[in-house]
């Protein structure tokens, strides 16, 4: 079975740091592009942040300098750093998994949910 499980999430303070995993089964996570989505309430999914195949990561700009997209291959795994976040970061995070040429191998996980909040 493929499957992607998302972890981390909780309710932190702003300012404060969680990092997210995404972790990969069936497949082996390093031959897809991946990439953190999220979603508030009321608010359209949006990219957060992507990491491809060889390695080449992207961000959103409004987490650059607060977020960083990681592999470890060994793990099968994806993580997402999150430091000094704010109330706005608050969403339901998701992974997703896509083969760069054979599109329709797209994968999605569970979501996680970050509340950001005093």
């Known amino acids: 079975q493929l499957q992607l499980v998302e972890s981390g999430g909780g309710l932190v303070q702003p300012g404060g740091s969680l990092r997210l995993s995404c972790a990969a089964s069936g497949f082996p996570l390093d031959d897809y592009a991946i990439g953190w989505f999220r979603q508030a309430p009321g608010a359209e999914r949006e990219g957060v942040s992507r990491?491809?195949?060889?390695?080449?990561?992207m961000y959103a700009d409004s987490v650059k300098g607060r977020f960083t997209i990681s592999r470890n291959n060994a793990k099968n795994t994806v993580y997402l750093q999150m430091n000094s976040l704010k109330p706005e970061d608050t969403a339901v995070y998701y992974c997703?998994?896509?083969?760069?040429?054979?599109?329709?191998?797209?994968?999605w996980g569970q979501g996680t949910q970050v509340t950001v909040s005093s």
């Open positions: 990491i491809n195949s060889g390695g080449r990561t």
């Open positions: 997703n998994a896509q083969h760069p040429v054979y599109g329709s191998r797209n994968y």
